[in-house]
């Protein structure tokens, strides 16, 4: 069946340092990948959504600058939040899209906190 | 723009009562897609049910929805709620656009099942 591994399942990493999230597709070809994050008390915000072969589209309020994303192929994406801060806390989710399937799989999410 | 709006906060039920848990959208496509995740804790984000046409029901798990386009709504239904259902629901809509497909996510509900 299809999977989504994400790595590291949880990071702490200290104010204004930078850490890196992976996610691995299993059983399908991701064609394209969301990264979402789910601040405290908040539902997921998109941050981008990565097509292989295409420019990686940022929404409002993230930048590339932030949050660059790699999708090299169609099974793998990463992540990196650069100088995170408090406010960058939370739930930071992949979701990798199976056309097929006209379906979303997430990963089980990476948890940053900051100190 | 696109919208979800989901019954908010928590929803407290009895073990064996009926589960609604509402979901409605706004979008200018004529045919929109709905989805409903479920999410427990320390887990992925997993899809529980995902629309098909207009007034035709979609089951899964027990769980069932139906779009109506008419009210645009997808609300979420289980005859009879077991413990094990406690879990955040989040209904999300696919929007289609210059940064391609994605999905936007309600603020989820927290649904807690007791004895």
């Known amino acids: 069946g299809a999977l989504v591994y994400q790595y590291p399942r949880r990071t702490i990493c200290k104010s204004g340092t930078s850490m890196r999230m992976e996610c691995q597709a299993v059983?399908?070809?991701?064609?394209?990948v969301a990264w979402y994050r789910q601040s405290p008390q908040k539902t997921f915000e998109l941050i981008a959504l990565?097509?292989?072969?295409?420019?990686?589209?940022?929404e409002q309020n993230f930048t590339q600058e932030k949050f660059p994303i790699s999708h090299p192929n169609l099974s793998f994406s990463s992540m990196t939040v650069l100088n995170a801060y408090l406010e960058d806390r939370g739930l930071y989710l992949c979701?990798?899209?199976?056309?097929?399937?006209?379906?979303?799989?997430f990963g089980a999410g990476t948890r940053l906190s900051v100190l | 723009g696109d919208s979800v709006t989901q019954t908010e906060g928590l929803v407290t039920l009895t073990e064996g009562l009926p589960v609604m848990l509402n979901c409605t959208y706004q979008?200018?496509?004529?045919?929109?897609?709905l989805f409903w995740y479920v999410h427990y804790l320390n887990e992925s984000p997993r899809l529980l049910l995902k629309?098909?046409?207009?007034?035709k029901r979609t089951e899964h798990q027990g769980f069932h929805a139906t779009l109506h386009k008419s009210s645009s709504s997808f609300h979420l239904q289980k005859s009879s709620a077991q413990l094990s259902d406690s879990a955040l629901y989040y209904c999300?809509?696919?929007?289609?656009?210059?940064?391609?497909?994605?999905?936007?996510f309600g603020t989820g509900t927290l649904l807690s099942v007791k004895p």
């Open positions: 990565s097509t292989v072969n295409s420019a990686i589209k940022y």
């Open positions: 059983g399908f070809q991701a064609t394209s």
């Open positions: 999300a809509l696919r929007t289609y656009g210059g940064s391609g497909n994605k999905l936007i």
């Open positions: 979008t200018i496509y004529s045919n929109p897609f």
């Open positions: 979701g990798a899209r199976d056309d097929s399937q006209n379906t979303l799989y």
């Open positions: 629309s098909s046409t207009d007034n």
